[in-house]
């Protein structure tokens, strides 16, 4: 690692304590926090995450061949059963946490 030598006394100790707190930050955060980070934007960075990956799993077995496709679990259930309430679910959750921050 490069070296660098600071003269002043003060700047060296917030430096060091600046590096004391940002490796005690990386030690509390764990692995998911490490993936979605920390502060306001966690549940939103989380819940985007399950939406897309909802829509990716969507969109992959819609684009599947119906050959491979469930017999008893078409495109209709898909949709109407799983991404519509999960996707719709979220926007509602969106939306209502937004207004509960802002006050309203």
């Known amino acids: 690692m490069n070296k660098l030598e600071i003269q002043d006394p003060k700047v060296a100790s917030k430096i060091i304590a600046a ?3 940002n490796e005690k930050r990386k030690a509390e955060l764990g692995f998911l926090g490490k993936f979605f980070g920390s502060g306001d934007n966690v549940r939103l960075y989380i819940v985007g995450t399950i939406a897309l990956f909802v829509l990716l799993i969507a969109l992959v077995y819609t ?7 469930s017999p008893g679990f078409g495109l209709k259930e898909l949709w109407t059963l799983v991404v519509l309430p999960v996707e719709s679910t979220i926007i ?13």
């Open 19 to 21: 590096n004391a707190e």
């Open 63 to 69: 684009l599947t061949p119906e050959t491979y496709r």
């Open 92 to 104: 509602g959750y969106l939306i209502g946490s937004r207004s509960k921050d802002s006050g309203g």
